[in-house]
């Protein structure tokens, strides 16, 4: 797999608590947890969850408060 197959990025602030329930939704889903961590440039950690559905980006962002990002 590769990283241009899951254009669609959601970012969550780092210290949010239930990323159980974050790879639990994967595994709902059927879909492989792709989680990653950065720095934004204002120096806050998040971590990026990356999926090649948009829809499932949505509904992942809908459920735990990140922002969708399209990376193309």
């Known amino acids: 797999m590769r990283r241009s197959d ?3 990025v959601v970012q969550i602030a780092a210290h949010v608590r239930g ?3 974050m790879y639990d939704f994967h595994a709902r889903q059927g879909i492989r947890p792709w989680p990653g961590q950065g720095k934004h440039k204002d120096g806050r950690r998040y971590i990026r969850w990356r999926f090649a559905s948009l ?6 962002a809908r459920q735990f408060g990140g922002s969708v990002v399209t990376e193309r």
């Open 6 to 8: 899951f254009p669609y």
């Open 19 to 21: 990323q159980q329930a």
């Open 55 to 60: 829809t499932a980006a949505e509904k992942f």
